[in-house]
């Protein structure tokens, strides 16, 4: 579902501020893994999710999604492949929109524009439905602003976004970083109940080693732009904070820096 082949990416290259985000990233993905990235500040997680994303143009290598080269490709051309969900809450909604309206976006993405914008009722509905299953009450105040919504009300509601037209692949950056421990976890429950009913193919990056263990069926480390260790699978189920630590140890020659990694 994901192919990335070697792919490198270097920040302002022959200046005092270069710096060598990528170095060969190769990775790729069957169709349903759950991957969760982690690693410390500056490993290469988010620039990576941002080369797929299409947030920027990579130096090599090339990046399929779904069999379709999209390494050329502009991020508004790569919408209609990709499901995102950013560290913001305040990110990927229209504060002054409705949830409704909201959602009719997120049901658009990728469409040509047309004259014609109406909600059906048939569409208010499904929107409803889907709405319900975040139990969050948000299927009574369709017509409420986003920008009413409290963070974790308006995470949920943008993971749901990204997901109404099964995208081929879902990349959450940090999307429960900041929110409060009891918010994050509803949503983490909820993007866990989302991708497995949708058998999504989905990419989490995280700084919170407890949580890149305990979801996926998959887990990448990152230092200092390349992937350092890659476990999936059985040994994914038996792994520990502790094995994880050495896995880290062992391929990068140091020790782990928990800079800002929550290692709890």
Do not use: C
């Not at 169709?31 to 690693?39: H, K, L, R, S």
């Amino acid at each position: 579902m994901l192919k990335i082949h070697h792919i490198a990416k270097t920040f302002n290259p022959g200046t005092i501020t270069e710096k060598k985000a990528l170095l060969d990233v190769d990775l790729h993905l069957a169709p349903g893994d759950f991957v969760t990235v982690i690693g410390g500040n500056g490993a290469g997680k988010s620039t990576m999710l941002n080369a797929i994303a299409g947030a920027f143009p990579v130096d090599r290598g090339s990046i399929e999604i779904g069999n379709v080269d999209v390494t050329r490709l502009p991020e508004y051309k790569r919408a209609k492949y990709l499901g995102r969900v950013f560290q913001d809450p305040m990110t990927g909604t229209a504060a002054t929109m409705n949830i409704e309206e909201n959602m009719a976006l997120a049901m658009r993405r990728g469409q040509k524009r047309m004259l014609r914008w109406g909600i059906s009722a048939m569409e208010r509905q499904m929107y409803r439905e889907q709405l319900e299953m975040l139990g969050l009450g948000l299927e009574d105040r369709m017509s409420s602003k986003v920008g009413l919504l409290s963070g974790g009300q308006r995470q949920a509601l943008t993971l749901l976004m990204a997901t109404l037209r099964t995208p081929k692949l879902l990349l959450l950056d940090e999307h429960t970083a900041a929110l409060d421990p009891k918010t994050a976890a509803k949503v983490l429950e909820l993007t866990e109940k989302i991708v497995n009913n949708q058998k999504l193919t989905a990419m989490m990056v995280t700084h919170n080693m407890r949580d890149a263990i305990a979801i996926g069926n998959r887990l990448v480390m990152m230092n200092e732009g390349r992937i350092v260790v890659d476990v999936q699978g059985e040994q994914k189920k038996r792994l520990t904070r502790q094995d994880l630590m050495n896995l880290f140890e062992q391929a990068a020659g140091k020790e782990l820096d928990g800079d800002r990694l929550l290692l709890s």
